[in-house]
């Protein structure tokens, strides 16, 4: 099964535990996004930066 | 947003995807189709010889189609060298085209991750018919004289059936409790 991962900078929970660097989806953890569409992603940050 | 090109994790990823399905998938079905060759040659030597082919020919199948899938699914994935080799050096493009190229490359790789999933749920189903199969092959037939090893064989083959769907579910198992503490943690 293709490992979940972060829709924006390609991280996956399974092998790290944060996002890479200059990922725009940051402020989120890691497994919260990984896994989603980029735009469910961009909801989620959305939501979670409020 | 600026986003970049897709790429897999860990980077081996579909190399080893590759060969499971260029590779194994085809032995593991050719290894089913021969043996449901010798059980419906020797039904009689078999305890329960339907059974056994049923989950021999539905491992061939899933074999076939878990190859099939991930063959289809390898026409999606590209890295930004390919890109660059069949459209010249990036940094002569406008950022239009390059913005272009980055979306495309974006979109293939979901395509190339969905047609996975679906071939890795195949060649998954195809393992445990295999086990399935290879169990009820093993089983003694009624009138065996000593059939204890032979049962211990079978049961050992089994218990595949139970191992892998666990290993399978664990990390979504972990990934869910993980996203239940981060919502807990947003909530407070």
Known sequence: MPPRQCPACDAAPSERADHYADCPLKDVPLAQVAGLTLEQAEAKAARWRA | MRLSWRKPAPLNWSAAREAQYTTAAPLLGGASITLLGIVITDRDKFRWPGPTLLALALTALFMVVAMVLGILSRQYLYSRSDVEAWWGPLSEMSDDQHE????????????????????????????????????????????????????????????????LPLARTMPYIRNVMRNLQADHHDST
Do not use: N
């Not at chain 2, 399935?132 to 009624?142: E, M, N, Q, V």
């Open chain 2, 100 to 163: 272009e190229l980055i979306q495309d490359q974006r979109m293939h790789y979901s395509r190339y991750v969905r047609l996975e999933r679906k071939a890795d749920f195949c060649y998954l189903s195809g393992i445990l018919c295999l086990a399935a199969g290879s169990s009820l092959t093993l089983a003694p037939p009624a009138h065996a004289a000593a059939p204890a090893w032979r049962w211990f064989a079978a049961g050992t083959t089994a218990t595949l059936i139970v191992v």
